[in-house]
């Protein structure tokens, strides 16, 4: 299926490894020119690289830069030889939050999760939305978590920051942009093979004295599909969202977790 996306410009966040990374390989195989972003240069060039080498990538161009910062977005933005702000699709993505217990964090770490996973989210769809609905077309996919539809109790950090910007996302996805092709979607994954996931686990071994190894393979076994998902998994929905296809596909949540969400809505 032809995605009807090639040539455009995409923005995706958090873009060096894990989830990010497999988002902007699915949209390199389609022919989307990228501004990747991550904060640590080393792993950003490499990313860059392999996905320069694929068939039929477009353009991919590195910014190594924090997304959670207002100088570190008008870097992307304003890239030499970039797109500026004429941005068609835009992936949300940042590093999650600590786990932990809700008695040891202060207002300075409400205010970081916030930031990273609430406030900057919202600060790129401003930037970026108005010119999406000025072209017609525009697909915007926040990368939350299952926790926003079943709390995760180390995760209180990110259960609380990601509920308010679905709570925005919802409002604004079903107001005037949604008559202007712009779509607004949040992409939930479960358990995934990445850094992040692997730190998560090894927090909560360490919580209930066991080892790392045997709370993975619980979490494997939780799991109706037996296994944890891929970044190719979920860049390939990713992409989807992104189509043109994709176009009757707005203000949703969208679970990809093997199965595991174990409700009917
Ligand atoms: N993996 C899972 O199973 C899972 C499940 C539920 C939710 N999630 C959420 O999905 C998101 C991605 O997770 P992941 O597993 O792909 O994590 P990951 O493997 O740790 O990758 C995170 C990526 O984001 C970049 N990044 C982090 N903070 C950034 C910032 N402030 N500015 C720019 N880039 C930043 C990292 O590079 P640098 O560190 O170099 O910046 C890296 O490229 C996270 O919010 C995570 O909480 C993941």
Not at 174 to 188: E, K, M
Not at 204 to 226: C, F, N, T, W
Not at 227 to 243: H, I, K, M, N, Q
């Amino acid at each position: 299926m032809d995605f009807g996306i090639a040539g455009k410009w995409a923005l995706v966040c958090g873009a060096s490894k894990g989830l990010g990374f497999g988002c902007a390989r699915a949209l390199a195989e389609e022919g989307v020119n990228l501004v990747i972003l991550a904060r640590t240069e080393g792993p950003l060039q490499e990313a860059a690289d392999s996905l320069r080498a694929l068939p039929g990538a477009g353009k991919v161009i590195a910014v190594a830069a924090d997304v959670a910062t207002p100088e570190g977005r008008a870097a992307a933005l304003s890239v030499p030889g970039g797109p500026g702000d004429a941005i068609d699709i835009l992936l949300n993505n940042a590093g999650g939050p600590p786990p932990g217990d809700f008695h040891d964090w202060d207002e300075s770490d409400w205010q970081a999760a916030l930031s990273a996973n609430m406030l900057t989210p919202i600060a790129l769809i401003k930037a970026l939305v108005d010119g999406m609905a000025t072209r017609g077309f525009g697909r915007i996919v926040n990368v939350t978590s299952v926790s926003v539809k079943a709390p995760i109790a180390n995760l209180g950090l990110s259960n609380g920051a990601r509920s308010g910007l679905t709570g925005f996302v919802a409002g604004i996805a079903r107001g005037p942009l949604a008559r202007q092709g712009v779509t607004i979607n949040n992409l939930l994954p479960g358990a995934f093979a990445t850094d992040r996931l692997i730190a998560t686990i090894a927090n909560e071994a360490q919580g209930k004295g066991l080892a790392a190894d045997a709370v993975l393979d619980d979490r494997r076994e939780s799991i109706p599909a037996g296994r944890l998902g891929t970044p190719d998994e979920f860049g390939a929905v990713f992409a989807f969202l992104c189509s043109r296809q994709a176009g009757y596909i707005n203000g949703q949540n969208i679970l990809c977790d093997g199965g595991a969400y174990p409700g009917t809505h």
